[in-house]
């Protein structure tokens, strides 16, 4: 059975609680994997190492970011069939809505890496004569989602493109 492991500050890292959620087959019933039970601990070093790495992420043009996300949407493509095999067993779709998600979420992942080029800010006219108000969009930092389980691989890509 496959134990799952934790993605923070760009590694994998071990389960150091020892505690583990089991993720079922909701058809079967049968425990398909262990995913790790992370501690706030663990949710304070993830957080932690997102703000870290904020900085560098917005100083790195829009289109190096675009090639990211072009890339994963690559990889999705490649590990098509795992990927659909993964969402029937944890979450009871059909083999045909399943794999659906896992086309549109790379098909997705493209879709916002061609915003790299359309970058969109804003002249607002301002109340002083000779004078515009240029707005320019930036990140502000890092966030969190609570996402819906009906599409779950397509609503993680969605936040995280």
Known sequence: M???????????????????????????????????????????????????????WERTPSIERAAYLTKIATGIRKREKELTDIIVREGGKTQGLANVEVLFTADYMDYMAGWARRYEGEIIPSDRPHENIFLFKRPIGVTTGILPWNFPFFLVARKAA
């Not at 760009?10 to 079922?24: A, D, M, P, Y």
């Not at 079967?28 to 870290?52: C, N, W």
Request: zero cysteines; a negative charge; glycine letters at 6%.
């Open 2 to 56: 496959k134990e799952l492991k934790m993605f923070i500050d760009g590694r994998f890292i071990e389960n150091e609680s020892g505690k583990w959620i089991k993720v079922l087959n909701p058809s079967t019933e049968e425990v398909i994997s262990l995913m790790p039970d992370g501690t706030v601990e663990d949710a304070r070093k993830a957080i932690d190492a997102a703000e870290k790495a904020q900085n560098q």
